[in-house]
Protein backbone atom coordinates (compact mmCIF):
# COMPACT_ATOMS: atom_id res chain seq x y z
CA UNK A 1 0.00 0.00 0.00
CA UNK A 2 1.41 3.55 -1.20
CA UNK A 3 1.24 6.14 1.27
CA UNK A 4 0.32 9.84 -0.01
CA UNK A 5 2.19 12.21 1.79
CA UNK A 6 0.32 15.04 2.93
CA UNK A 7 1.81 18.96 2.56
CA UNK A 8 3.82 19.68 5.86
CA UNK A 9 1.29 22.36 7.61
CA UNK A 10 3.33 25.56 9.06
CA UNK A 11 3.67 25.56 12.39
CA UNK A 12 0.68 26.91 14.08
CA UNK A 13 1.97 30.14 16.60
CA UNK A 14 -0.06 30.04 19.43
CA UNK A 15 0.40 32.51 22.71
CA UNK A 16 2.55 30.60 24.65
CA UNK A 17 5.37 30.44 21.16
CA UNK A 18 4.72 34.25 20.92
CA UNK A 19 5.43 34.63 25.33
CA UNK A 20 8.51 32.90 24.48
CA UNK A 21 9.87 35.01 21.91
CA UNK A 22 9.19 37.88 23.97
CA UNK A 23 10.54 36.87 27.19
CA UNK A 24 14.00 35.75 25.54
CA UNK A 25 13.84 38.94 23.19
CA UNK A 26 13.85 41.28 26.54
CA UNK A 27 15.94 38.86 28.76
CA UNK A 28 18.89 39.20 26.00
CA UNK A 29 18.23 42.85 25.66
CA UNK A 30 18.72 42.96 29.44
CA UNK A 31 21.50 41.14 30.14
CA UNK A 32 23.27 42.62 27.03
CA UNK A 33 22.55 46.42 28.77
CA UNK A 34 23.89 44.73 32.07
CA UNK A 35 27.12 43.72 30.29
CA UNK A 36 27.53 47.49 28.94
CA UNK A 37 26.54 49.04 31.79
CA UNK A 38 28.83 46.99 33.90
CA UNK A 39 31.89 47.77 31.79
CA UNK A 40 30.91 51.35 31.65
CA UNK A 41 31.23 52.03 35.29
CA UNK A 42 34.48 50.00 35.95
CA UNK A 43 36.55 51.04 33.28
CA UNK A 44 36.04 55.13 33.74
CA UNK A 45 36.85 56.64 36.70
CA UNK A 46 37.98 59.96 35.63
CA UNK A 47 35.88 62.86 37.31
CA UNK A 48 37.26 66.14 36.44
CA UNK A 49 35.37 68.07 39.16
CA UNK A 50 33.90 66.54 42.58
CA UNK A 51 31.18 69.64 42.47
CA UNK A 52 30.56 72.13 39.45
CA UNK A 53 28.98 74.15 41.88
CA UNK A 54 32.18 74.71 43.95
CA UNK A 55 34.20 75.03 40.98
CA UNK A 56 31.80 77.78 39.63
CA UNK A 57 32.76 79.69 43.32
CA UNK A 58 36.61 79.41 42.84
CA UNK A 59 36.56 80.21 39.28
CA UNK A 60 37.02 83.72 39.44
CA UNK A 61 39.74 83.17 42.49
CA UNK A 62 41.45 80.88 39.99
CA UNK A 63 41.69 83.70 36.86
CA UNK A 64 43.24 86.31 39.87
CA UNK A 65 45.97 83.33 40.70
CA UNK A 66 47.07 82.87 37.30
CA UNK A 67 47.22 86.89 36.64
CA UNK A 68 49.85 86.95 39.77
CA UNK A 69 51.16 84.29 38.38
CA UNK A 70 51.91 85.93 34.89
CA UNK A 71 53.17 88.85 36.12
CA UNK A 72 55.98 86.69 38.13
CA UNK A 73 57.67 86.24 34.65
CA UNK A 74 58.77 82.95 36.33
CA UNK A 75 61.20 80.18 33.92
CA UNK A 76 60.10 76.63 35.08
CA UNK A 77 62.02 74.01 32.89
CA UNK A 78 61.37 70.21 33.47
CA UNK A 79 62.41 67.23 32.16
CA UNK A 80 61.18 63.67 32.56
CA UNK A 81 62.00 60.16 32.22
CA UNK A 82 60.23 57.13 32.11
CA UNK A 83 62.16 53.75 32.08
CA UNK A 84 61.33 50.37 33.88
CA UNK A 85 57.97 51.52 35.31
CA UNK A 86 59.83 54.46 37.33
CA UNK A 87 59.28 58.37 36.58
CA UNK A 88 62.10 60.41 37.18
CA UNK A 89 61.30 64.46 37.02
CA UNK A 90 63.78 67.17 37.85
CA UNK A 91 62.67 70.93 37.71
CA UNK A 92 64.41 74.19 37.86
CA UNK A 93 62.71 77.46 38.90
CA UNK A 94 64.29 80.43 37.14
CA UNK A 95 63.28 84.48 38.04
CA UNK A 96 62.45 87.19 35.68
CA UNK A 97 66.28 87.65 35.79
CA UNK A 98 67.69 84.15 35.48
CA UNK A 99 68.35 83.53 38.93
CA UNK A 100 67.11 80.56 40.87
CA UNK A 101 64.07 81.15 43.14
CA UNK A 102 64.32 80.32 46.86
CA UNK A 103 62.34 79.69 49.88
CA UNK A 104 59.51 76.91 47.66
CA UNK A 105 58.41 73.66 48.43
CA UNK A 106 56.88 71.86 45.25
CA UNK A 107 54.50 68.95 44.55
CA UNK A 108 53.89 66.96 41.42
CA UNK A 109 51.09 64.65 40.16
CA UNK A 110 51.19 62.46 37.23
CA UNK A 111 47.78 62.48 36.26
CA UNK A 112 45.91 59.86 34.07
CA UNK A 113 44.27 61.53 31.16
CA UNK A 114 41.18 59.53 31.92
CA UNK A 115 41.01 57.85 35.05
CA UNK A 116 42.17 59.58 38.34
CA UNK A 117 42.28 55.76 39.81
CA UNK A 118 45.49 55.80 38.39
CA UNK A 119 47.08 59.32 39.05
CA UNK A 120 50.29 59.11 40.78
CA UNK A 121 52.33 61.46 43.34
CA UNK A 122 55.42 62.26 42.62
CA UNK A 123 57.14 63.73 45.99
CA UNK A 124 59.61 66.40 44.99
CA UNK A 125 62.86 67.14 47.15
CA UNK A 126 64.96 69.94 46.92
CA UNK A 127 68.62 69.05 45.26
CA UNK A 128 69.91 72.96 45.05
CA UNK A 129 68.29 76.59 44.77
CA UNK A 130 64.96 76.47 42.75
CA UNK A 131 65.73 72.42 41.74
CA UNK A 132 63.70 69.86 42.63
CA UNK A 133 63.80 66.01 41.77
CA UNK A 134 61.41 63.43 42.50
CA UNK A 135 60.30 60.11 41.68
CA UNK A 136 57.62 57.79 41.06
CA UNK A 137 56.07 54.36 39.51
CA UNK A 138 54.10 55.24 36.41
CA UNK A 139 53.58 53.33 33.23
CA UNK A 140 54.29 54.48 29.75
CA UNK A 141 52.06 56.50 27.75
CA UNK A 142 50.25 60.27 28.09
CA UNK A 143 50.27 61.62 31.56
CA UNK A 144 49.44 64.94 32.53
CA UNK A 145 51.94 66.68 34.60
CA UNK A 146 51.03 69.10 37.11
CA UNK A 147 53.58 70.79 39.26
CA UNK A 148 52.71 73.11 42.26
CA UNK A 149 55.01 75.57 44.01
CA UNK A 150 54.19 76.92 47.23
CA UNK A 151 55.76 79.60 49.68
CA UNK A 152 54.48 78.79 53.27
CA UNK A 153 50.94 77.35 52.76
CA UNK A 154 49.58 79.38 49.30
CA UNK A 155 50.02 78.09 45.94
CA UNK A 156 52.48 80.59 44.20
CA UNK A 157 53.10 78.43 40.88
CA UNK A 158 51.19 75.84 38.83
CA UNK A 159 52.52 74.12 35.80
CA UNK A 160 50.41 71.91 33.99
CA UNK A 161 52.28 69.84 30.98
CA UNK A 162 51.04 66.99 28.72
CA UNK A 163 53.99 64.76 28.75
CA UNK A 164 54.73 60.75 27.68
CA UNK A 165 56.42 58.21 29.37
CA UNK A 166 58.50 55.58 27.61
Avoid: C
Wanted: proline share 3%; aromatic share 8%; net charge positive.
Amino acid sequence: MMRLSRPDRPREVTGRTVLFWLIGFFGFVFVVNAIMVRAATSTFGGVETQSSYRAGQTFEGEIARAARQQALHWKVDGSITGRNGKAVLDVRVRDADGGPVTGLTADARLAHPVDERQDHVVVLGRIGAGQFRGEATAHPGQWELIVNFHRGTERIFRSRSRVTLN
